[in-house]
T-cell receptor, first 112, second 114 residues
């Protein structure tokens, strides 16, 4: 069974600085999809960024980018120019194949 | 707002009572998923539907749990004879059925079993 591990329960970043959230996963499949979701306090979970495993190029979405290391089964999220609105719980997820398998999440705090 | 709604948003019940939650996904989403999220944890998969057919159920979905999606539109999740361990946030999500597509999540129903 696939598993997803987020080893950082909580992270802090100064506004306008850069922060990286870690994620590792375990799978025997060669083709799959990885996602980062954001869950703001008391609000709906929304997609931040996605990566297809067969694509070597790292996905980017504005201030958000990933470092996808397929051999190491690592999928970290980098947030540049952090903003107060980035404060949330971030979940790394693996698509398996009809459901998402989530990590335990990382709480991101943004300091002004 | 993702366009997915869930009702009620909060439910407090006594142990042993039955509860039912409803999810209304985006109309184009032929797949609908239910997840359970306990405090400080990531969501865990419960079950999913392709249109009205329930195609997969997790081991977490004991026989006290039942889900339906009549006519492939809204879905209901019922928990019979609730236990304190059922206290959690119940999330539903929908997508168009491709592995690439993101799942759109509802705001969840927070269940507290006293």
């Amino acid at each position: 069974a696939q598993t997803v591990t987020q080893s950082q329960p909580e992270m802090s970043v100064q506004e306008a600085e850069t922060v990286t959230l870690s994620c590792t996963y375990d799978t025997s499949e060669s083709d799959y999809y990885l996602f980062w979701y954001k869950q703001p306090p008391s609000r709906q979970m929304i997609l931040v960024i996605r990566q297809e495993a067969y694509k070597q190029q790292n996905a980017t979405e504005n201030r958000f980018s990933v470092n996808f290391q397929k051999a190491a089964k690592s999928f970290s999220l980098k947030i540049s120019d952090s903003q107060l609105g980035d404060a949330a719980m971030y979940f790394c997820a693996y698509r398996s194949p009809n459901k998402l398998v989530f990590g335990a999440g990382t709480i991101l705090r943004v300091k002004s | 707002d993702t366009g997915v709604s869930q009702n009620p948003r909060h439910k407090i019940t006594k142990r042993g009572q039955n509860v039912t939650f409803r999810c209304d996904p985006i109309s184009e989403h032929n797949r609908l998923y239910w997840y359970r999220q306990t405090l400080g944890q990531g969501p865990e998969f419960l079950t999913y539907f392709q249109n009205e057919a329930q195609l997969e159920k997790s081991r977490l979905l004991s026989d006290r749990f039942s889900a339906e999606r009549p006519k492939g539109s809204f879905s209901t999740l019922e928990i019979q004879r609730t236990e304190q361990g059922d206290s959690a946030m119940y999330l539903c999500a929908g997508d168009r059925g491709s592995s690439y597509n993101e799942q759109f999540f509802g705001p969840g129903t927070r269940l507290t079993v006293l």
